[in-house]
């Protein structure tokens, strides 16, 4: 049975390789989600979606950089006057960091790969009582060296540097590391999460949907059916039904 969709998270799309992934992860947990080109307009992310929640993924952009990705006129004010919980992923974070008044700078010898968050302090909103540290896959290419006001550290790299911050009163956070890539972690993340992002409202299932697009897929398969290449990925779609 598929109900209204009466909360969903919107995901602003900043080139990361990730995006799709973490998409996917927000449906997993019955969460309905929407991914929107990071340059979307204000209109397009608050009037035609009407957003619970907000991600800003990641990205190979610098936001100290001239003509670097940023958030529609408005957001942050409007992220505010809803109390929409942000979360901000690699780059998103970097853009919270440096859109409401800290520094972002670059690295030099960027950290990416696997590796451990540490000195997590008890009773933060984003993690709850986790505080043991967590292996987790670090893109840390630029650092957060200055946080905006407010904001708090909830994690840093073996070398020092600021990975995890939330904001405890305006409900944004951001992570210097990719969750969506561990299904466990981004997963335990969102459940943790869920009551303050949707505030308990019914959740998407999305089987009709699923179902709408793999009928609009098998079409544009019937169309390129002459080339060879395509007969193996519709002989999987047809497994689906």
């Not at 030099?108 to 968050?117: S, Y």
């Not at 070398?159 to 210097?176: D, M, R, W």
């Not at 080339?227 to 990925?233: A, F, G, I, S």
Request: hydrophobic share 35%; aromatic share 8%; with cysteine.
């Amino acid at each position: 049975m598929t109900h209204a969709v009466t909360s969903q998270v919107v995901i602003l799309d900043y080139g990361s390789q990730y995006t799709q992934l973490i998409t996917r992860r927000v449906r997993e947990v019955e969460v309905y989600s929407v991914l929107l080109p990071g340059d979307a307009s204000f209109k397009r992310v608050f009037e035609e979606n009407d957003p619970t929640a907000i991600i800003l993924s990641g990205g190979p952009n610098s936001v100290h950089v001239k003509g670097a990705p940023s958030v529609p006129d408005g957001f942050w004010e409007e992220c505010e006057k809803r109390q929409i919980p942000v979360l901000g992923i690699c780059y998103g974070m970097q853009l919270i960091v440096h859109c409401l008044g800290g520094k972002v700078e670059g690295l030099g010898k960027g950290e990416f790969g696997r590796m451990p968050v540490v000195d997590i302090p008890t009773h933060t909103i984003l993690f709850g009582e986790a505080i043991e540290p967590q292996n987790v896959w670090m893109s840390l290419g630029d650092e957060a060296t200055v946080l905006p006001e407010w904001f708090k550290c909830i994690g840093r790299c073996e070398k020092g540097c600021v990975v995890a911050i939330e904001h405890e009163t305006k409900n944004l956070y951001g992570l210097q590391y990719h969750p969506e890539i561990t299904y466990e972690k981004m997963i335990s993340l969102i459940q943790f999460r869920k009551d303050r992002l949707i505030e308990n409202r019914k959740v998407f299932k999305d089987e009709e949907e699923v179902n709408k697009h793999i009928s609009t897929i098998k079409k544009e398969i019937a169309v390129a059916s002459k080339d060879k290449r395509m007969v193996e990925l519709k002989n999987w779609l047809g497994q689906l039904n």
